[in-house]
């Protein structure tokens, strides 16, 4: 079930997104997400607006978080990842908004090809301040489909 973020599910997302972060982007030094966790507890998790998907033997194993129509965050618990959990989340988003956008790095493959697979289309490319790496910017738009 996907239903509002809670202030107990707090460390549970810290815990999903920095395992997925350092998982999904070993070309990014690890310390890098480990210092980057205090930002996202105070500052990119209460500036947006987060769901999470929730088991109820499992308890949160996925979220998205959406500053307005651009996804800040989409992650899911890596041994939960293809089960389709992204995918829900996803869709739970593009029926609350007609156009979404993101930027995923682009050694990042995989995510790339899911977006892709739900409809987003690349728009361009710029090279993300923090780390230096290259960034791919997508949108979807229900116009597209």
């Given at each position: 079930?996907?239903?509002?973020?809670?202030?107990?599910?707090?460390d549970c997302i810290i815990s999903i997104w920095l395992k997925a972060s350092i998982?999904?982007?070993d070309f990014v030094e690890q310390n890098y997400w480990i210092k980057?966790?205090?930002d996202m507890r105070k500052i990119y998790?209460?500036?947006?607006?987060?769901f999470?998907?929730?088991?109820?033997?499992?308890?949160?194993?996925?979220?998205?978080?959406?500053?307005?129509?651009?996804?800040?965050?989409?992650?899911?618990?890596?041994?939960w990842q293809g089960k389709g959990i992204g995918k829900q989340l996803m869709d739970f988003?593009?029926?609350r908004h007609p156009i979404l956008e993101l930027g995923v790095y682009s050694k990042n493959s995989d995510s790339i090809i899911f977006y892709k697979k739900q409809g987003f289309k690349v728009i361009e490319k710029r090279v993300d301040e923090h780390t230096g790496e290259e960034e791919t910017v997508m949108v979807y738009s229900n116009n597209f489909n």
């Amino acid at each position: 079930m996907i239903r509002s973020f809670e202030n107990k599910d707090l460390d549970c997302i810290i815990s999903i997104w920095l395992k997925a972060s350092i998982l999904a982007h070993d070309f990014v030094e690890q310390n890098y997400w480990i210092k980057k966790s205090e930002d996202m507890r105070k500052i990119y998790l209460p500036s947006s607006h987060t769901f999470v998907f929730f088991d109820q033997e499992k308890g949160v194993i996925g979220f998205i978080s959406l500053v307005k129509n651009y996804i800040a965050a989409l992650f899911v618990s890596p041994e939960w990842q293809g089960k389709g959990i992204g995918k829900q989340l996803m869709d739970f988003a593009k029926q609350r908004h007609p156009i979404l956008e993101l930027g995923v790095y682009s050694k990042n493959s995989d995510s790339i090809i899911f977006y892709k697979k739900q409809g987003f289309k690349v728009i361009e490319k710029r090279v993300d301040e923090h780390t230096g790496e290259e960034e791919t910017v997508m949108v979807y738009s229900n116009n597209f489909n």
